[in-house]
């Protein structure tokens, strides 16, 4: 008999912190922007970034993979995030993740590779604005300048104590991208409308 059950609508572990990011971004009058950008497609994968898999992978992206540690590359709506040196965390639109494993595991044929769905593990904030740096800066002890972690960088680091993934956007102003694991997520965003309540 076929199974008649309708799938679970997807949920995001910050449905309910949309309206406390969106009052932040509002009464902070421009100086930051807080907000979710959920379900978005994030596939681990692992190959040797010198072997052909990872020039076939490339091309199958629309671009080279990154060689140089905490750097990114970006093709239309893709973006890939070096991790290591044998691995990067790919992120595109949401519901795109079987498409992107599928490409990945054809281009690589039969070379070696190990290429995950890891999408429901995280979430993503959007950290933008003038002030963004300044605010993150409160709970990371990375050299957030410009100079130093500038667009297309990104680094494994802790924010507030808690383990995420921070990406400076690909042009300026366009902010940062703070991946963090779901069970994590809303005690980061209250940590973030803490930290802006500076700035209102």
């Known amino acids: 008999m076929a199974d008649t059950a309708l799938p679970a609508p997807l949920r995001s572990p910050l449905t309910h912190a949309a309206e406390r990011l969106a009052a932040a971004t509002r009464t902070?009058?421009?100086a930051v922007r807080l907000a979710e950008l959920p379900f978005l497609s994030q596939v681990d994968v692992r190959l040797d970034?010198?072997?052909?898999?990872?020039?076939?992978?490339?091309?199958?992206?629309?671009?080279t993979l990154p060689l140089e540690p905490d750097t990114v590359a970006r093709a239309g709506e893709l973006t890939a995030l070096w991790l290591g040196p044998d691995g990067w965390l790919v992120v595109g639109p949401p519901g795109r993740e079987r498409d992107l494993e599928s490409r990945i595991r054809a281009a690589a044929g039969d070379e070696p590779v190990s290429v995950t769905d890891v999408s429901a593990q995280r979430t993503t904030l959007l950290v933008a604005g003038p002030r963004a740096r300044d605010l993150l800066a409160h709970g990371c002890a990375?050299?957030?300048h410009p100079r130093v972690f500038g667009p297309g960088r990104c680094a494994q680091t802790a924010l507030a104590r808690t383990q995420v993934v921070l990406v400076a956007r690909d042009r300026p102003g366009a902010g940062f991208w703070v991946l963090v694991r779901s069970s994590f997520a809303a005690y980061l965003t209250d940590w973030l409308l803490d930290a802006a309540v500076e700035y209102t």
Do not use: W
């Not at 970034?49 to 671009?63: D, I, Q, R, S």
């Open 28 to 30: 902070s009058r421009g």
């Open 49 to 63: 970034g010198k072997g052909p898999a990872a020039e076939a992978v490339g091309l199958a992206l629309g671009f």
């Open 142 to 144: 990375l050299d957030l």
